[in-house]
């Protein structure tokens, strides 16, 4: 037997732990869409599933997991750090591409029904609702960063660009969570607590970075 087929053969229970993992984790990501579909189909107060009313539920339960997928996404780098644990590093590009996902999906329900794609009404909400206006510009930012996410593009633009265009996510993750706390008014837990978690997040990175520079203590 060759080296090469003996190590083929040796990464072979590996390749195929790798592939699992990763197909169990998209297949787990799906789930928040699949409960809000069954919830849909499911009789309830007001028709289905879904509660009095549909819209505003799916709107905000698809901005809540946008914004969670998110997070998820921003805590591999972290946790790798932290934690050492290399292996959740696999997984960070799919929960990127996820919170992509249903930010997008966040933005069909605004556009299809809640707006009936009145264009105008649009536009106006996203000119004179801050709260709409900085949701935009965070879904805006994200489109770069979900196109450039393949390896296809790591390679293209250079590993030092692609880094330093995905570094964007630092003014994204606030930018949502500003969104989310304008959105409910006043003082609430909720939007805190994600806001909370996303500083944590950042400052941990910041912290790392500087500790990593040479000559840092
Ligand atoms: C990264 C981008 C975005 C994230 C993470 C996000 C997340 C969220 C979250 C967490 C909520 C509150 C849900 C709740 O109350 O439980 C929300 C509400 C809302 N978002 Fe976004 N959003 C984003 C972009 C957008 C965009 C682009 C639009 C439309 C142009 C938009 C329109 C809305 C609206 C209209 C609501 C309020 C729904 C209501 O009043 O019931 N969002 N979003």
Request: proline fraction near 5%.
């Given at each position: 037997?060759t ?5 083929g053969?040796?990464?072979r ?35 289905s599933?879904?509660?009095p ?15 969670r997928f ?41 556009v ?36 450039t ?21 630092y ?9 989310f ?23 941990i ?13």
């Amino acid at each position: 037997m060759t080296q090469k087929s003996v190590s083929g053969a040796a990464s072979r229970p590996g390749n195929f732990r790798r592939a699992a993992s990763k197909v169990a984790v998209f297949i787990i990501c799906l789930m928040p869409l699949a409960w809000v579909i069954w919830l849909a189909f499911t009789p309830g107060v007001g028709g289905s599933g879904l509660g009095p009313n549909p819209q505003e539920f799916l709107n905000r339960f698809l901005g809540d997991w946008a914004l969670r997928f998110l997070l998820i996404a921003l805590a591999v780098t972290p946790i790798r750090m932290l934690l050492r644990w290399n292996w959740v590093f696999r997984f960070r590009r799919m929960l990127g591409l996820y919170a992509f996902f249903y930010v997008s999906l966040h933005l069909t329900s605004y556009v299809v029904l809640d707006k009936q794609f009145f264009w105008d009404e649009i536009w106006s909400d996203i000119v004179k609702r801050t709260f709409i206006t900085v949701g935009m510009a965070s879904f805006v930012m994200l489109i770069p960063l979900a196109v450039t996410s393949t390896a296809g593009m790591v390679k293209r633009l250079g590993a030092n660009r692609w880094r330093r265009l995905h570094q964007i996510v630092y003014l994204i993750a606030p930018l949502a969570c500003l969104h989310f706390f304008m959105m409910r008014k006043g003082v609430q837990l909720e939007p805190m607590i994600y806001a909370g978690i996303a500083t944590v997040l950042l400052m941990i990175r910041i912290w790392h970075r500087f500790r990593s520079r040479p000559g840092a203590g």
